[in-house]
């Protein structure tokens, strides 16, 4: 059964060097899990908070941070940077060499 996350349990089970609260909207926790952006960012091993009740896109768009983190729709960012993409980069430049 699928269970409500606060925001702060959220942040309480972040990632280390995660820098914002990602989330997705979809009509229903299945279809909002399929979307391709929803899938990179579980991938990477983040959570994502799944906005599938009415009135959460409209609630969770109107708030554009949380504490001292930004609130991220996966699907709407275009250059949605993950906090190990810095990791990542060192990697290719590495390689490069």
Do not use: C, H, W
């Amino acid at each position: 059964e699928d269970e409500y996350v606060s925001l702060d349990d959220y942040i309480e089970n972040m990632k280390e060097g995660q820098k914002a609260i990602y989330y997705v909207t979809g009509d229903g926790k299945e279809k909002a899990a399929m979307s391709p952006a929803a899938e990179k960012v579980v991938g990477r091993g983040y959570e994502v908070l799944y906005m599938v009740e009415p009135l959460d896109e409209i609630t969770i768009e109107s708030i554009r941070e949380y504490k001292e983190f930004d609130i991220l729709d996966v699907t709407k960012e275009q250059d949605l940077k993950l906090g190990d993409d810095d990791k990542d980069e060192e990697k290719k430049k590495k390689k490069e060499e």
